[in-house]
C-alpha cells in the first residue's frame, strides 16, 4: 500500500515537474472564453496535426493525458463514446500526451482502443501554452476556437456528453 502510495506521488511530482519546465513558450491559464492557443504535433499514428488549420472550422475537444493518470483509461473511453456519436455531426477530438514518449503513449492507446487522433507532446509545450497543471484536463472548443468548457480533471461521461453536444449547438 505505502509503495503504490510512493509511486503515485513521485509519479505527480515528476509529472508537475516537467509541465513546469520552460519551452519557451509563456505560461498561461487559458480559461472559458479564450482563444484556444495554435499548435502542430506529431501524430502517434504518422504525420502532423495542425490547430486550428486540421479543423477546419469545427468543434474540437483536446484532451491531456498520461499513462499515469488513474483516471485517464476510463475517461479516454468515455470520450470516445461521445465521438462516435457526434463525428458525424462534425464533432473533432484529440487526445494529447504530455510528456511522455511514442512507444509509452502507443502501448496506452493499443490497450484501451480509442480511434480519435493521439498527438505527441513530448517537451510538455503545447501542455505549458494551455495552461495545463494537471492530468487530466479536458478543453471544449468551439467552431470558432473559443473556449467553451474546460475540465481539470476527473469526469463522468455525462459531463463530457453535456459539453460536446452544447459545441455542436
Request: overall charge neutral.
Given at each position: 500500500?505505502?509503495?503504490a502510495?510512493?509511486?503515485?506521488l513521485?509519479?505527480?511530482?515528476?509529472?508537475?515537474?516537467?509541465?513546469?519546465?520552460?519551452?519557451?513558450?509563456p505560461?498561461?491559464?487559458?480559461?472559458?472564453?479564450?482563444?484556444?492557443?495554435?499548435?502542430?504535433?506529431?501524430?502517434?499514428?504518422?504525420?502532423?496535426?495542425?490547430?486550428?488549420?486540421?479543423?477546419?472550422?469545427?468543434?474540437?475537444?483536446?484532451?491531456?493525458w498520461?499513462?499515469?493518470?488513474?483516471?485517464?483509461?476510463?475517461?479516454?473511453?468515455a470520450?470516445?463514446?461521445?465521438?462516435?456519436?457526434?463525428r458525424?455531426?462534425?464533432?473533432?477530438?484529440?487526445?494529447?500526451?504530455?510528456?511522455?514518449?511514442?512507444?509509452?503513449a502507443?502501448?496506452?492507446?493499443?490497450?484501451?482502443?480509442?480511434?480519435?487522433?493521439?498527438l505527441?507532446?513530448?517537451?510538455?509545450?503545447?501542455?505549458?501554452?494551455?495552461g495545463?497543471?494537471?492530468?487530466?484536463?479536458?478543453?471544449?472548443?468551439?467552431?470558432?476556437?473559443?473556449?467553451?468548457?474546460?475540465?481539470?480533471?476527473?469526469?463522468?461521461?455525462?459531463?463530457?456528453e453535456?459539453?460536446a453536444?452544447?459545441?455542436?449547438?
Amino acid at each position: 500500500m505505502m509503495n503504490a502510495l510512493l509511486k503515485s506521488l513521485v509519479a505527480i511530482l515528476l509529472a508537475v515537474s516537467v509541465l513546469a519546465c520552460d519551452s519557451g513558450a509563456p505560461a498561461v491559464n487559458v480559461n472559458i472564453g479564450a482563444a484556444a492557443p495554435a499548435f502542430r504535433a506529431p501524430q502517434l499514428t504518422a504525420g502532423e496535426l495542425e490547430f486550428p488549420a486540421a479543423m477546419a472550422g469545427r468543434p474540437l475537444v483536446i484532451r491531456f493525458w498520461a499513462d499515469w493518470c488513474k483516471y485517464c483509461e476510463a475517461e479516454m473511453q468515455a470520450i470516445e463514446v461521445v465521438y462516435q456519436r457526434h463525428r458525424e455531426k462534425g464533432l473533432n477530438v484529440v487526445a494529447i500526451n504530455a510528456g511522455q514518449d511514442r512507444a509509452t503513449a502507443a502501448a496506452f492507446v493499443k490497450k484501451i482502443g480509442v480511434t480519435y487522433p493521439v498527438l505527441l507532446d513530448e517537451p510538455s509545450a503545447i501542455a505549458k501554452r494551455y495552461g495545463v497543471v494537471g492530468l487530466p484536463t479536458t478543453f471544449f472548443v468551439d467552431a470558432g476556437g473559443i473556449v467553451r468548457g474546460k475540465i481539470v480533471g476527473e469526469a463522468d461521461a455525462a459531463t463530457f456528453e453535456r459539453e460536446a453536444v452544447a459545441l455542436l449547438k
